[in-house]
């Protein structure tokens, strides 16, 4: 904060300068409150983008029936929804999950068939009868047949858990006071191959957003000429991780459309004209 001292602060007038000295500090007060507003263990808690970064597909953890699998195993060719929770979380994990059903239930893709989803408790002393009941709960709430096939619930060591996290950008830290971890909300989609392609924060998941992720993430190879058409138009924006109208493809294929349109209406009226004369 020095843009006030000086030289800068003399070539004001002296009504001006009570003013700009006040304003400073009140910027100034008001940065530092910021700062020191945030606990400490809550300054090193973020979702870093780390888009296109590799997840460690030879990681291993157990499922919910205690069999040891690697991550490799559970993408099986398909673009995957990665859940990082903790499952005797008492708040915000329940509402990331809960979310997710309910961006999930409009979706017309099922997991096993055009996707999967990997749910990963980050903490290392959870167990695989945890992770066994948290997804027997949530297969009950979302209702879809056969989603148990491709709706893994996974729990891990510490190791294997830090390789994840890190490569993904999931940072989070435990709080022994209260016996809860802290840390941010969110999911993201994985490519077949295992890289990062999108991240969704907070609690709410657009539909639309999702089923355009998981889209590009499989390279096109699911969803409908329509979902491709709409995709054009729509933009990933990384800064608020939602998909955005993109103004240029959409001035392209109106473009597009006018054109088709006006060559229709011209070979109607020759046709029609061929038909008078004769």
Known sequence: MTWWRGRDVRACSAGETPALLLLAMLFYSQALFAQNAIPPIL???DIEQKLNA???LDAQFKDENGKLVRLSDLLNDKPAILTLVYYECPMLCTQVLNGLVSSLRPL??????????ITISFDPTETSNLAHSKKLAYLKEYERVDA???WHFLTGDAESIARLTKAVGFRYMYDQKIDQYAHGSGIMVLTPQGKVARYFYGIEYSTRDLRFALIEASENRIGSIADKVL???FHYDPSVGKYSAYAINLIRLGGVVTVLLLGGFILKMRRK??????
């Open 43 to 45: 300054q090193d808690v």
């Open 54 to 56: 590799q997840v460690p």
């Open 108 to 117: 017309s893709f099922t997991p096993g068939q055009e996707f999967n989803i």
């Open 148 to 150: 148990s096939k491709g």
């Open 231 to 233: 995709l054009y138009c």
């Open 273 to 278: 004209e061929k038909v008078t004369s004769n």
